[in-house]
Structure formats: structure tokens, C-alpha cells
């Protein structure tokens, strides 16, 4: 695998002059049908890169941009001619089609792609191109020999930058590419970091502590039914807040995994003094809602996050400057949220509950002080490992202890 390194790709189409409807890149390659897996079998080299915005010229050459960022086959055939690593290289790149669809090249926003090419002499001539997804992803790799990618396991720090991994299998005898992932997690700093999964007391606990049973193929998560639920005073969690009982702005970090299709709060804050006023965050089919009810009404916000995979999943929300919600899924931003002006009004004398009528499981549940600590739950950036001699094991943290053959970063 490579670093993400600039590239320049020229494409060689036949253009029609007589369109006047606008297309997407990919449509100019995708006249034919061709399946990932015939598209991997055969071609001798398959990339990801990202695309930046194209122009259009009056001829019938058409000019695309891309930034690498994976190698998914074929990285031998390419080293012999290019070295990425240490500066830039123009790539000519011929797409074998005979003509473009109907429409006129527009101007994009930069798309990711899978390209799928053959080295000819000193050329790399280009068949296919289908737009990347983690879909298409997956088909590449499982083409190439690979099983899917474990869960990423849990963070080895609940704060101050910890590291997690994932794992994978070679099916066949020999598999190009790497079998492990690694990357940062809880980047966010110790102070003003609340965990009420850490809890001691046991009167916090519903009905009690023992109905909390730890998830057999995960030690560090909990796993909860509808009547295992935490309800405690905010005042217990946040004991420096001097004018109320919780921050008026904060960040909730959580890693959960939901087994099958339900309903119920994951985390809620609701007001002692006035029961109708609260702010929850409740599981909704696959998705997640962001509900907030105050005396003036109340705000939902759907956050999809495609949970009923039965996979882990790290989402984190920050709540700031009184009416903005950003929501993290799985290390990427997913939205910001501007509701109405000063409309989050965090109730000061409230209960903090967690899994109430909730059925999954919890790993991590952290408060933070700083809203902008959402971003922090973990990195975009990978690291890609690859252990000849790695026996297949669900514990990544053993693996770093193993001697490594090669080990590259990515950005994704």
C-alpha cells in the first residue's frame, strides 16, 4: 500500500458534440457492464484516488485529477517505473471506450474511484472505473483473496490517545496487500472527562450492578437488556460545576453495538424539577434521534448510522453555542445541525440515565467538556500493517506485539 500522493490521469475518450445533458465521471466509463469481481480478475493493476474537479475542453481528450490512495493490485508492476513515495509522477492513463454517453462533462465536487487497468509497455491502460464505495470496497478486496475486516477493537485508553486495531484473513494461499489496521482513538484529554460506565456505587445501578452482564466476545463492554439501566445526579458526575449540575455545553462520545432491530435511550439528561424538559438520545430501526423537548416544544434530529449490522459503531455528538448539534459516525462528521436560536437549553438540576429500556451493548460512554472534543474519538488516519506470521485472533493488541514486515499510513 501507498501513501496518498497526487496524480495526474489522462483520459483518452470519444466525446459526442451534439449533448447538452450534464454526466458524472463514471458514466463515462460505465457504458458496459462489468463486475467488480471480472474487473480484479482481469487487470494487473487496481487503484482507489480521488478525483478533483474536471474541465471540459473542445477536444476529444479528456483531462481528470486524481489524488492515490490505495493500491489494491499490482503495486510490484508499478515500482519498477515509479517512485511515489518521494515526489510526484504523471500517469498517462487510456480508457478503452468507444464513446461517451449522451451528456456533457460538468464541473464536480472530488468523488473517489476504483480504477481498474493493465500495464501495456510503458502505459497503463484503464477498462473500468467504477465509483468507490465501502461496498465496492470489499468486493475488490474478497476478489483479491481477503476476508472482511474485523470490528475495530476497543480503544486502548479511555483518553489522552490510545490505539485500536482491526484484522483480517488471507483465503487463498497468497494475498497482495495487509492483514492488519491500526489507528488513534479517545484523542481528547483526561481532564473534564466524565464515564459513568466506570461507576463503583451500585445504588446507581437498576435494578443492580449484577444484571449487568460483560459481552462474551468483547470484555471491555457491557451488555444491557430493557430493565439494566444507570440513573444518576448529574451533580455527581460534574461536582466542580459551580452554577449548575452539568456543563452547559459538552461532547458525548459512545461505542455501541445493537444485535438486532430496536427502540430505547441510549443516554439521556432530564430535569428533576420538570419532567417534560429533557435531552435523549434514543435508538431509532438502524438509526439514531437526537430528541430535545423544552417548554417552548421539541427538536428531532435523525442521525442515520446504519446500525443494524450488528457491527461496533463509535458515534460521538457535540452540543454548543446553544443551538448547534455536530454528530461523528464511525470517525467521520456526519451533519451539523442548527436549530432554533437558543434552543438548547441542557436543564441544570437533571438526572443523567443511560440504556433505559435500551436493549445492545455499550462499550464506551464518555462525557466531555468541550464540545469540539467530538472530532477526537478517533483518526481518520490508518496504518497499514502487514504480519506474514500473524495467527488470526480477535485480540488486536496482541498483534502489535508481533514483528511486523511492513507498515504504511493512509488517509481516508
Known amino acids: 500500500m501507498f501513501l496518498r500522493h497526487s496524480i495526474i490521469v489522462f483520459t483518452t475518450l470519444t466525446l459526442s458534440y451534439h449533448t447538452i445533458n450534464s454526466c458524472k465521471l463514471e458514466d463515462y466509463f460505465n457504458i458496459k457492464e462489468v463486475s467488480i469481481e471480472d474487473a480484479v480478475r482481469t487487470s494487473n493493476v487496481v487503484f482507489r484516488a480521488l478525483s478533483t474537479p474536471l474541465r471540459n475542453f473542445d477536444t476529444e481528450v479528456l483531462t481528470a485529477y486524481f489524488d492515490l490512495v490505495t493500491v489494491y493490485k499490482g503495486e510490484e508492476k508499478l515500482s519498477g517505473w515509479r517512485q511515489l513515495n518521494n515526489y510526484f509522477r504523471k500517469i498517462n492513463v487510456t480508457f478503452v471506450t468507444s464513446e461517451g454517453p449522451d451528456c456533457l462533462l460538468e464541473n464536480e465536487v472530488p468523488r473517489e474511484y476504483v480504477v481498474f487497468a493493465n500495464l501495456v509497455g510503458d502505459q497503463i491502460r484503464a477498462s473500468w472505473a467504477a465509483k468507490w464505495d465501502d461496498e465496492v470496497d470489499v468486493r475488490v478486496w474478497e476478489a483479491l483473496?481477503?476476508?472482511?475486516?474485523?470490528?475495530?477493537?476497543?480503544?486502548?485508553?479511555?483518553?489522552?490517545t490510545g490505539i485500536q486495531q482491526r484484522t483480517r484473513r488471507c483465503l487463498k494461499i497468497e494475498c497482495s496487500g495487509f492483514n492488519i489496521q491500526q489507528r488513534h482513538c479517545n484523542l481528547f484529554s483526561c481532564n473534564g472527562t466524565v464515564t459513568p460506565l466506570s461507576l463503583k456505587e451500585d445504588k446507581y445501578f437498576?435494578?443492580?450492578?449484577d444484571r449487568w452482564r460483560p459481552v462474551p466476545d468483547r470484555a471491555t463492554a457491557?451488555?444491557?437488556q430493557p430493565n439494566s439501566y444507570i440513573w444518576i445526579p448529574a451533580s455527581m458526575l460534574f461536582p466542580k460545576e459551580l452554577d449548575r449540575n452539568i456543563p452547559r455545553e459538552f461532547a458525548l462520545a459512545l461505542t455501541l453495538r445493537i444485535p438486532n432491530v430496536t427502540i430505547g435511550t441510549v443516554f439521556s439528561l432530564r430535569s428533576r424539577s420538570k419532567q417534560h424538559i429533557y435531552l435523549s438520545l434514543e435508538v431509532a430501526g438502524s438509526d439514531l434521534k437526537f430528541i430535545h423537548a423544552t417548554e417552548k416544544g421539541t427538536d428531532v434530529v435523525r442521525i442515520p448510522t446504519g446500525m443494524d449490522d450488528g457491527k461496533w459503531h463509535q458515534v460521538a455528538f457535540g452540543i454548543r453555542d446553544e443551538s448547534i448539534l455536530d454528530a461523528f459516525v464511525d470517525c467521520e462528521w456526519s451533519r451539523t445541525e442548527i436549530l432554533l436560536a437558543h434552543s438548547l437549553d441542557v436543564p441544570e438540576d437533571c438526572d443523567v440515565i443511560v440504556g433505559y429500556l435500551f436493549t445492545g451493548d455499550i462499550e464506551q460512554l464518555t462525557l466531555l467538556k468541550d464540545p469540539r472534543a467530538a472530532r477526537l474519538q478517533c483518526s481518520t488516519t490508518q496504518t497499514s500493517i502487514e504480519d506474514s506470521d500473524m495467527e488470526f485472533t480477535s485480540n488486536g493488541f496482541n498483534l502489535l506485539k508481533r514483528k511486523v514486515t511492513k507498515s504504511r499510513t493512509h488517509r481516508y
Open 145 to 160: 483473496g481477503w476476508s472482511e475486516w474485523t470490528n475495530w477493537s476497543a480503544c486502548s485508553v479511555s483518553c489522552s
Open 206 to 209: 437498576h435494578p443492580s450492578k
Open 222 to 224: 457491557w451488555r444491557l
